[in-house]
């Protein structure tokens, strides 16, 4: 496997469920040696949660554990046994980067909080992700995906007005908090390595949301510029003109239209086959939006005898900009994600061979691969705790004292 | 004397919309010198406005404009009063070039000489129109650092498509796994769009890797970011689930994916707007749940006592829970319960979001004066170092605002040279000359 960009770089990695193991599994697909850290017996929850492999749940066979933790390894450790301590205080002197995610106060009673762990290696770089952040107020307060969403700042604009608003799908808040973490850890292991200096990044899921560059702050400044917060509104009233700006049905599915501009209808009269001139002199205001409802009927009428990807290839033919709405299925086995190699297949110990989503970006001259399937829960413990010094019947005298 | 991250490191962005210029907003954040290029030859697409002159009618009370222009007014430099640019221009440097002239270009070859990054997430052929190619630029300086993030990518055949956030929302799943779940369309407002986060957060993770190589390599790379694919794995359970079991996904509403009941948003008092969310994740939180509510009769039905019970009864639970919270304010919902140990908060506004008890005690607010808008509170950073702490050095930056600086101090222009490039209005300007056309 050629050399990745990260291939220097050592990461505990003491996280659970979704952001911290997509951040360190962020790390780990450019190369870094990221070992995962479970407890023995109980492991990381997330082996808990589906999907499984033919709805059997397994601990080895979880979907979503397999897709968050691919390109690591992965041992055991008992962090509350002294001899757990201890191993670990061997592994961060020789690592770049630990990543923890348990509620704000657990590592410092564990007695391997930062404070400690700075004098065991003073370059180290101790990422802490948390619901609210290490201080403040809300800082023990418990989450869900959901109260992400309605805390970030998220929810209050998505929705329909005269009912409650709605989250975003999945748990896709979780892995952005996720991709922002390795962002700002990448951050802090430029200064330990130009400077020399650790230090520790507090990463506050309320914040990556609060903060995020979309329409969530682009709100909270028009507030404060004009006084107005922005409200939910139907989007079957909303848009620029009397053009579609939203998802319309066809025969098999749906595709999302966005037009704005005059070029755009211009365009919109060539695919529905009309003359502009004529549909010029039907509709002499596009702001007109009494129209609005007649225009997207002809557009929808023009869909509804065509696929969604009939849709949207002759709308692009046309360069208008409509996207299918894709489900995964789609997405999984469509031509352009294949052409760039996007879903890479990787073979398991238990769930044998899987596609999973592969890199987030490409460097350059670099081949990305999978270097290696998610880890069968303690499966390095041996190739670790061997490089550690410790002999085999070392590490079954810790095994039988629940230390790994 | 600690310094910042990148401090020493300079970036230049040819950015639009909002993927790009959040991650380099990041990135100076991070300590690096940003230098927005920009153009008052071509006002481009979403940036610093929709349009570049906004006529009266556009900007009625409760329309998009008047919501986020400064004062509601356009004023007379529109382009640096607009909240969806001034959000993320902070940190940042801005001069202008003519591109589309060779003198242009000659002036930006200097400057990429001397950056470390070049960063663009424009639709793809507009650099390669302008000659600004990785080809280009790696020829003029072997070590710099070329990010394009285009939505569908470099290559591929939707590579030439035509979309924007929403559209890449919808090849990214996401459209499909969100809205309500009682409704059949999908035809929800969906403001949020996903990539624009994802992209971001994406692009500054890339460039510091890039950097980090490039301290062992000595060498530049350049980085293909699709912004549908910095978000795809994102919902990394709908697409295993397909691989896995055939299974299609679909949006779950307000629902908890693995089973978490009772899981929703429930109306409080004091407004019509006024919503929390809660989630019950296990027996224990369930009984936390009653008794901090007040033990009320139905919750001892033996029904809701166990997590299927629970999940089966959803619809029934929620009316009850509703008949609580509708009776108190959405932050008192969330202290009761979140003493009692039960996950529980507020579905925040942009009101809210300003006097947040946790926002205001973290500083997440920064006070900051820009010329041209004044003194305002802007969102602040995204996370906090200990040692190395992140501030706001540079307030939004107005069109053109360092022309000097960047033409004299960075290239060291000699004088006579800058006022002929100048005349020639190939350097230079702070307003968009079709402005006043």
């Known amino acids: ?404 | 004397m600690l310094k910042l991250p990148l401090e020493g490191i300079r970036v230049m962005e040819i950015t639009v919309v909002w993927a790009g210029p959040f991650a380099c907003m990041m990135l100076g954040d991070l300590g690096a010198e940003v230098i927005r290029v920009e153009s008052v030859q071509h006002f481009p697409s979403s940036t610093r406005g929709l349009m570049l002159k906004i006529p009266p009618s556009a900007m009625k009370p409760g329309s998009y404009y008047h919501r986020l222009y400064l004062d509601s007014e356009v004023g007379d430099r529109p382009w640096d009063r607009f909240a969806y640019f001034n959000r993320h221009a902070r940190n940042k440097l801005s001069c202008c070039l003519d591109l589309t002239r060779p003198q242009g270009m000659g002036v930006f070859r200097r400057l990429a000489q001397v950056s470390d990054v070049f960063y663009e997430n424009n639709a793809v052929g507009v650099m390669e129109k302008l000659g600004i190619t990785y080809e280009a630029l790696s020829q003029w300086n072997p070590k710099i650092i070329y990010l394009s993030n285009p939505g569908f990518g470099n290559t591929g055949r939707y590579k030439d498509y035509l979309g924007f956030g929403v559209n890449i929302e919808a090849v990214t799943g996401h459209t499909w796994l969100r809205g309500y779940n009682d409704q059949d369309h999908p035809m929800h407002n969906t403001a949020v769009y996903h990539m624009d986060a994802a992209g971001g957060a994406a692009g500054v993770f890339a460039v510091l890797t890039a950097l980090h190589y490039r301290n062992r390599t000595g060498k530049g790379f350049y980085i293909d970011m699709a912004g549908a694919e910095t978000a795809i794995p994102h919902f990394g359970e709908a697409v295993m689930d397909y691989v896995m079991n055939r299974r299609v996904q679909r949006t779950v509403g307000n629902r908890d994916m693995h089973g978490a009941a009772p899981c929703g948003c429930y109306r409080c008092r004091g407004g019509p707007d006024e919503w929390v969310c809660i989630t019950i994740t296990s027996d224990e939180e369930w009984r936390a749940f009653c008794q901090a509510i007040g033990s009320p009769a139905w919750a001892s039905d033996e029904r809701f006592a166990h997590v299927l019970g629970r999940l089966q009864h959803q619809g029934e639970l929620d009316k009850l829970i509703e008949e609580w919270t509708s009776r108190h304010d959405k932050y008192e919902v969330m202290v009761i319960l979140q003493q009692a140990g039960v996950p529980a908060g507020p579905v925040i506004g942009d009101k809210d979001a300003h006097r947040d008890p946790q926002l205001t005690s973290r500083h997440f607010f920064e006070v900051v004066n820009q010329r041209e808008t004044g003194t305002h509170i802007y969102p602040g950073f995204l996370w906090r170092y200990s040692k190395t702490p992140m501030t706001v050095r540079r307030p939004p930056v107005c069109l053109g605002e360092h022309n000097e600086l960047v033409f004299s101090e960075v290239l060291h222009m000699a004088d006579d040279e800058k006022a002929d490039l100048a005349a020639k209005q190939i350097i230079g300007g702070d307003a968009y000359l079709e402005y006043n056309r």
């Open chain 1, 1 to 404: 496997m050629a050399e990745q960009p990260l291939s220097d770089v050592k990461v505990l990695d003491l996280t659970w469920y979704i952001a911290g193991p997509w951040c360190t599994r962020l790390l780990a697909d450019y190369g870094a040696d990221v070992i995962k850290v479970e407890r023995p017996g109980a492991a990381d929850p997330a082996r808990r949660l589906g999907p499984f492999l033919n709805d059997s749940p397994h601990p080895e066979k979880s979907g979503l554990f397999l897709h968050l933790n691919l390109n690591k390894r992965g041992i055991t450790l008992n962090l509350k046994s002294q001899a757990g301590k201890k191993i670990l205080k061997e592994l961060v002197k020789d690592a770049d980067i630990l990543v923890e995610s348990f509620r704000p106060g657990v590592m410092e009673r564990l007695g391997l909080g930062y404070e400690a762990l700075e004098k065991v290696n003073p370059k180290l770089v101790m990422t802490s992700i948390s619901n609210f952040g290490q201080n403040g107020p809300y800082r023990d307060f418990k989450a869900s995906e959901l109260i992400i969403n309605a805390m970030g700042h998220t929810m209050s604009s998505c929705g329909l007005p005269n009912r409650e608003p709605v989250k975003r799908g999945a748990n896709a808040l979780q892995y952005q908090s996720g991709q922002m973490a390795a962002a700002a850890t990448m951050g802090a292991l430029m200064a330990s390595r130009l400077q020399g200096i650790g230090q520790q990044v507090d990463v506050s899921i309320m914040e990556t949301h609060a903060g995020s560059v979309d329409y969530r702050t682009q709100n909270l400044l028009g507030y404060i510029y004009t006084g107005q917060e922005c409200p939910r509104v139907d989007p079957r009233e909303a848009g620029v003109s009397i053009m579609p700006y939203g998802i319309l049905p066809c025969k098999d599915g749906y595709v999302q239209w966005l037009m704005t501009t005059r070029t755009h209808w211009a365009r919109l009269c060539q695919i529905l086959g009309e003359d502009e001139a004529e549909m010029d002199r039907r509709f002499p205001d596009l702001y007109d939006m009494t129209r609005k409802g007649e225009l997207e009927a002809m557009t929808a009428n023009w869909c509804s005898t065509r696929t969604k990807w009939e849709v949207m290839q002759d709308a692009q033919a046309s360069r208008l900009p409509a996207t299918a709405v894709f489900t995964a299925a789609d997405l999984v086995q469509d031509p352009h994600f294949q052409e760039r190699q996007f879903f890479v297949e990787a073979e398991h110990r238990a769930a044998g061979k899987l596609k999973y989503t592969g890199a987030v970006f490409r460097i350059g001259g670099i081949p990305w691969e999978i270097s290696r399937p998610a880890p069968l829960l303690g499966q390095h413990n041996a190739e670790v705790y061997g490089g550690l010094g410790y002999t085999a019947e070392d590490m079954v005298k810790l095994r039988e004292m629940g230390v790994i």
